[in-house]
Structures are given as structure tokens and as C-alpha cells.
């Protein structure tokens, strides 16, 4: 598997960016599908949330996540952590449910930590304030997939871990 060593790598490969339709292909394949440290990845992350025009970057994320690599929910989460300053609940909701999407320990980590945490030192009385409705969406989310079978072993599997 090839690498990504270095920023000066990032940003040749970032430039590379120009036709919008191929953003997502370029990045699977150019980063996502390479060996690379998060330190650089957050580093793709900052870089394409001032790219990327604001009305685009949710639209942006959700096809990152969609691919489910591991490398992909650290530049969504990046990308999040920077919208919280002009949106923070709406990133505080999408960092929700793209754990939820996640279903894999790891995913709750890598955004747990740069969205949540990122949060909860930045803005803390906003965020113990977003708390109760975040547990109220979790508990909704988790009861509407109780009721499709394909999801009522991550529901119930939450359940039982206390996560709710």
C-alpha cells in the first residue's frame, strides 16, 4: 500500500482538484485508499473545508462517509469541527448521525473526539445545553431501527453498552 508522508504530498494532490464532479473519486483514490497519519488527514480536512463553499460541505461529507473508509470519517470530522463555528448544531447532529451510520467502535472515536470533544472544551455550556437533545435523537434514531430488521442487532447492541 502506497503513502502519504508529508503536506507538501497533500496539497499536489489537492490541486489536483479542480473539476468538482470528481472531488470524491479523486480523494478515494489519491488519500483514502493510501497509508496515511491522521495528523495529515486532519490536515486534508482544513484544507478542503476552506475549498469547499459552505452550502456544498455537508453534501461533501456525506459522500466521504458513504464511502466507510476509516480516513474519511477524520476529514468529516474536521470539516464538522470548522462548521461549528457558523453551525454548530447542525454539525453537532450530522457528528450524530454519522456515528450512528459508523456502527464500528472506531468511527464513535475518531469523531467523538474531534467533533464532540472538540465541542465540549470549545463551547461547553452550549454543548451540556445540546446534550438532552442529542440523547432524545439517539433514543428516536435507536427506536425507529428497532423496527427494521436489518438494524435491530446495532439497536439492540447499543442498547445493552449503556450508549443511550
Not at 490541486?15 to 491522521?38: A, C, G, N, Q, T
Amino acid at each position: 500500500m502506497d503513502s502519504i508522508r508529508s503536506k507538501k504530498e497533500i496539497k499536489l494532490i489537492l490541486s489536483k482538484l479542480s473539476d468538482e464532479s470528481l472531488w470524491i473519486s479523486v480523494i478515494e483514490s489519491e488519500l483514502l485508499k493510501k497509508k496515511i497519519k491522521f495528523p495529515l488527514l486532519e490536515f486534508v480536512g482544513k484544507e478542503l473545508y476552506f475549498k469547499i463553499p459552505d452550502h456544498k460541505q455537508i453534501y461533501f461529507t456525506d459522500q466521504i462517509i458513504e464511502l466507510g473508509h476509516m480516513g474519511g470519517y477524520v476529514i468529516s470530522a474536521i470539516i464538522l469541527q470548522l462548521r461549528s463555528e457558523k453551525y454548530f448544531e447542525q454539525s453537532l447532529n450530522k457528528a450524530v448521525e454519522y456515528i450512528l451510520l459508523g456502527n464500528e467502535w472506531y468511527v464513535c472515536d475518531i469523531i467523538g473526539e474531534r467533533v464532540m470533544g472538540h465541542f465540549l472544551l470549545k463551547e461547553p455550556e452550549k454543548t451540556h445545553n445540546l446534550t438532552h437533545k442529542l440523547n432524545r435523537i439517539l433514543e428516536s434514531k435507536l427506536n425507529s431501527a428497532k423496527r427494521f430488521p436489518e438494524t435491530q442487532r446495532l439497536a439492540s447492541t447499543v442498547a445493552r453498552q449503556g450508549r443511550v
